[in-house]
T-cell receptor, first 113, second 113 residues
Framework: QKEVEQNSGPLSVPEGAIASLNCTYS??????FFWYRQYSGKSPELIMS????GDKEDGRFTAQLNKASQYVSLLIRDSQPSDSATYLC?????????????FGKGTRLSVIA | DVKVTQSSRYLVKRTGEKVFLECVQD?????MFWYRQDPGLGLRLIYF???????EKGDIPEGYSVSREKKERFSLILESASTNQTSMYLC????????????FGQGTRLTVV
């Protein structure tokens, strides 16, 4: 059973702080990793993807991947109240692209003004 | 922009009814997916399809079937709706290939009474 684990939260951070969201996955063969943001009552939207070890930065967001530790994280710098949402970690096992995303249950982030 | 459109945003059906949820994507994606999302359980895969007329069971296929007669359309069918199928249903699509992300429709909140 492929598993993706996240702390459900809520994670509360003050406005302007760094929010750190973590995710572990069970299948060492996993190849592609994604972070989705989901506002209450809305569908998930992709915010970051990462495929190789190290850091990937996009604006205020940084994704970090460590395949040896089977760990992927998302850092949000200068957190804003509009970042308050549930963040879903998702993993694809196969290189073929026909394997569906496996999602964690999500971490709820609350940014306090 | 990728567009994944689900036929209804909200739906109320009676127990025992046959229910059709429709999903259409306009990006020529090979892969299409149906998930359901419930509080505390996260996103769970019901069925997916990687080609026309092809389908694969996900983690929770019981009580559901799917149809993909055309590449752009993927239908989820509840053969005989039950109250435990009350949920948010999310359709997604993606290209086949290394590391391609999935794009979601707006979701259908189904209530079975």
């Amino acid at each position: 059973q492929k598993e993706v684990e996240q702390n459900s939260g809520p994670l509360s951070v003050p406005e302007g702080a760094i929010a750190s969201l973590n995710c572990t996955y069970s299948d060492r063969g996993s190849q592609s990793f994604f972070w989705y943001r989901q506002y209450s009552g809305k569908s998930p939207e992709l915010i970051m993807s990462i495929y190789s070890n190290g850091d990937k930065e996009d604006g205020r967001f940084t994704a970090q991947l460590n395949k040896a530790s089977q760990y992927v994280s998302l850092l949000i710098r200068d957190s804003q109240p509009s970042d308050s949402a549930t963040y879903l970690c998702a993993v694809i096992l196969s290189l073929s692209g026909n394997t569906p995303l496996v999602f964690g249950k999500g971490t709820r982030l609350s940014v306090i003004a | 922009d990728v567009k994944v459109t689900q036929s209804s945003r909200y739906l109320v059906k009676r127990t025992g009814e046959k229910v059709f949820l429709e999903c259409v994507q306009d990006m020529d994606h090979e892969n299409m997916f149906w998930y359901r999302q419930d509080p505390g359980l996260g996103l769970r895969l019901i069925y997916f399809s990687y080609d026309v007329k092809m389908k694969e069971k996900g983690d929770i296929p019981e009580g559901y079937s799917v149809s993909r007669e055309k590449k752009e359309r993927f239908s989820l069918i509840l053969e005989s709706a039950s109250t435990n199928q009350t949920s948010m249903y999310l359709c997604a699509s993606s290209f086949t290939g290394y590391g391609t992300e999935a794009f979601f429709g707006q979701g259908t909140r189904l209530t079975v009474v």
